[in-house]
């Protein structure tokens, strides 16, 4: 069975950085992209960066290039998101999603809260 | 940059009914869109991709059709817990992934 259990979320300052991961199990990870999807309070989904499976192409949102990272580590089967300068409008729960036939995302995890306040 | 325009916004009906969700391309996406329903502090779970095709353990009840630029999500018979945000989702060259800004079916 495939599970995605994302981690990391909490409180952080304007300015502030955080990293988040997500952690895979159930299925070869490294033979997908994974990618992070956020949905901001009361807003709809939004994409926020994907990766592929072997890292070698990234590609991120406008609204968080620049400022946040994502990363992999498929000998331990971990998705990461590495988000600096953070802004209120941050402030989401972010999700990471497999893709299926690089194209849609077919399983996502429970996610984690991000906020960003003073 | 594809846009995705999702109508109505609020689809008010009762259980049993027959629901229609629509979404729009600003341009055609040929057969590349995907569907997905969205609960309260839950995952999305995507239902349909490349138009018309269920994903894995997604109820017969639930269709999708179109092509080019204009698709539809069809509910026949509402159940209890499809009352729900409804995504539309679309990947092109950029943005890589686009979703729609979703259509919210509540209990009438």
């Known amino acids: 069975e495939v599970q995605l259990v994302e981690s990391g979320g909490g409180l952080v300052k304007p300015g502030g950085s955080l990293r988040l991961s997500c952690a895979a199990s159930?299925?070869?990870?490294?033979?997908?992209?994974m990618n992070w999807v956020r949905q901001a309070p009361g807003k709809g989904l939004e994409w926020v960066s994907c990766i592929t499976g072997d890292s070698k192409h990234m590609d991120y949102a406008d609204s968080v290039k620049g400022r946040f990272t994502v990363s992999r580590d498929n000998a331990r089967n971990s998705l990461l998101l590495q988000m600096n300068t953070l802004r209120a409008e941050d402030t989401a729960v972010y999700y990471c999603?497999?893709?299926?036939?690089?194209?849609?995302?077919?399983?996502w995890g429970q996610g984690t809260l991000v906020t960003v306040s003073s | 940059e594809i846009v995705l325009t999702q109508s109505p916004a609020t689809l008010s009906l009762s259980p049993g009914e027959r629901a229609t969700l629509s979404c729009r391309a600003s341009?055609?996406?040929?057969?590349?869109l995907a569907w997905y329903q969205k609960k309260p502090g839950q995952a999305p779970r995507l239902l349909i991709y490349?138009?018309?095709n269920r994903a894995t353990g997604i109820p017969a009840r639930y269709s999708g059709s179109g092509s080019g630029t204009d698709f539809t999500l069809t509910i026949s018979s509402l159940e209890p817990e499809d009352f729900a945000v409804y995504y539309c989702?679309?990947?092109?060259?950029?943005?890589?992934?686009?979703f729609g800004p979703g259509t919210k079916v509540d209990i009438k």
């Open positions: 159930g299925f070869t990870f490294s033979t997908y992209s």
């Open positions: 341009q055609s996406v040929s057969s590349y």
């Open positions: 490349d138009a018309s």
């Open positions: 999603a497999r893709e299926i036939s690089g194209r849609y995302f077919e399983h």
């Open positions: 989702q679309h990947r092109s060259n950029w943005p890589l992934f686009t």
